[in-house]
């Protein structure tokens, strides 16, 4: 199995920036991808970008792109969510998650991230 521990979340802000990171470990080799969801209170959740295992095919939702940059420190297993130019509708629950082929993802904890205006 992989364990996924998020950090970096806070109050941050409009206009400001954090850097989410997500440490993994267990059954590593067997991850295709990794990335980030959020979950704002009433809202389903929606995928906010994703990083390869390769780190060669990198995907950002239309709102974050220009803004939010995803990527991978191999030696450390740790993958980082550097976000810039934060607005209020970024407020959300942010949840780093591993996707192995064939079988339901693995989820982090989750990390609030709140924008004030």
């Known amino acids: 199995q992989v364990q996924l521990v998020e950090s970096g979340g806070g109050l941050v802000q409009t206009g400001g920036s954090l850097r989410l990171a997500c440490a993994a470990s267990?059954?590593?080799?067997?991850?295709?991808?990794m990335g980030w969801y959020r979950q704002a209170p009433g809202k389903q959740r929606e995928l906010v970008a994703s990083?390869?295992?390769?780190?060669?095919?990198?995907n950002y939702a239309d709102y974050v792109k220009g803004r939010f940059t995803i990527s991978r420190d191999n030696a450390k297993n740790t993958v980082y969510l550097q976000m810039n130019s934060l607005k209020p509708e970024d407020t959300a629950v942010y949840y780093c998650?591993?996707?192995?082929?064939?079988?339901?993802?693995?989820w982090g904890q989750g990390t609030q991230v709140t924008v004030s205006s």
């Open positions: 998650y591993a996707a192995p082929p064939y079988t339901s993802n693995y």
């Open positions: 267990g059954s590593i080799f067997s991850i295709s991808a």
């Open positions: 990083i390869s295992s390769g780190g060669g095919t990198i």
